[in-house]
């Protein structure tokens, strides 16, 4: 067949017919290479006959209990309460964060000859080590390291394996282009390659992919579109906490978080997740606040810390780690307008302990009152959880689910609680 190039943008998969410097799609610098796409002009047939292709809601079956229960319970959560067959998840995160290991450990979790474990990144050798460390992995459990594309996908379809795990979605390549692996023309085949699979003959894939500096998901976004589902594994390296969290989720919310904790011995799921961070803190130092987050549906405390020092440089420092730095901004200037404190001179470092990462706004009031502690110098009252939303004005906004962060400040022992005007009336209208 006769070669047909075009030059293709290896970040976000822009095309175009000459080779360009700088990609005008997504900004990269000297992301495009050069791309066959002599086999994607071949002729797709038709099929003209519609008549059995319209149906009835009615009529299609559906089964409530027809999820895959992993057993690990935070990695269910996340999936929106377990493994619909015929999906197609993408497990991302950085290298060395336990991708392979919470793969592997679902599989040995799983009944036996129901997982089949597929890498093209680590020898079976390798496989075998690590599955020594980790505690429960039944003998039985069935492996096959290889990179090529088809032969996996032989292999998926002719197994009695319904949920497969394929180690790295970036080390396979496929026979039918001319493309080195893990560039964006493969990564793409290959994944469509194994949604056909996985829809025609319901299994669950999961494809392993790497993050790449820029923190995109084996590079090109269309990735995201294909999957079903986007679950990335987070976590800071000088921790050993670790959040799975779903990004994009066709069968469930994704707002649910899973907490796990890196052992000498594999992945240990944390269900206890308030008590582990709260454990080990000093209560009664300055810039210290606890605040009642929820993360899905889950209430989790946690302690978030400032530092509020005097600048050593003309320009203050703002830097926040675990907090979205532009709401920092935003409160810092709210603590200026409204109460008068004087920033401009200070550096202000915010901390949240335990390597989570804050999207709930309802953090804003204990981020306030942790800086305003550390300003002062004065700790905080002993006991007591913050929670609520700042607004531009100064006004403490109300936030969801306020019963349940308070239940769980209650059971962890805590006395006392400052909240939302507005949701407390709330609460005392209840009563
Ligand atoms: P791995 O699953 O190989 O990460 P990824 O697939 O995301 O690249 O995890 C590797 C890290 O986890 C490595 O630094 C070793 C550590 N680890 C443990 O601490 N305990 C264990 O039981 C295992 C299997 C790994
Ligand atoms: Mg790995």
Known sequence: ??????????????????????????????????????????????????????????????????????????????????????????????????????????????????????????????????????????????????????????????????????????????????????????????????????????????????????????????????????????????????????????FGSTNEIGIFEMSESGLREVLNPSEVFLAGRDEDEAGIAIIGSMEGSRPILLEVQALVSTASYGMPQRSSNGFDMRRLQMILAVLEKRLGLQFRQNDVFINVAGGVYLNDSSADLGIAAALVSSYKDMPLPAKTVFIGEIGLTGEVRSVSSIEQRLSEAEKLGFSAAVIPQASASKLLKKF
Not at 137 to 159: F, G, H, K, Q, Y
Not at 208 to 224: N, R, W
């Open 1 to 250: 067949m006769k070669q047909k190039i075009m030059y293709e943008c290896q970040q976000c998969g822009n095309r175009s017919a000459r080779w360009l410097g700088k990609c005008p799609n997504c900004d990269s610098w000297n992301s495009y290479s050069e791309v066959d796409i002599s086999h994607e002009s071949r002729k797709i047939k038709v099929s003209k006959a519609y008549e059995n292709k319209i149906v009835r809601l009615s009529d299609i079956s559906s089964n409530k209990n027809f999820r895959i229960h992993t057993g690990i319970s935070e990695l269910d959560r996340v999936l929106g309460g377990g493994i619909i067959p015929g999906s197609i998840v993408l497990v991302g995160g950085d290298p060395g964060i336990g991708k392979s290991t919470l793969m592997l450990q679902m599989c040995a979790h799983l009944k036996e000859n129901q997982s089949l474990y597929v890498t093209g990144e680590e020898s079976l050798e390798q496989i075998k080590f690590r599955s020594q460390r980790i505690a429960d992995v039944p003998d039985s459990l069935l492996l096959m390291s290889d990179t090529n594309a088809e032969t996996i996908d032989n292999a998926i379809r002719n197994s009695d394996a319904s949920v497969i795990v394929v180690d790295s979605i970036q080390s396979v390549y496929s026979d039918r282009i001319d493309a080195t692996p893990g560039s964006i023309t493969q990564v793409r085949e290959c994944t469509s390659l194994f949604m056909q699979t996985a829809k025609q003959t319901h299994k669950a894939i999961f494809l392993i992919g790497h993050v790449t500096k820029e923190g995109v998901i084996a590079g090109p976004k269309i990735l995201e579109h294909l999957v079903d589902t986007v679950i990335q594994f987070e976590g800071e390296k000088t921790y050993s906490y670790r959040i799975l969290r779903s990004q994009k989720n066709r």
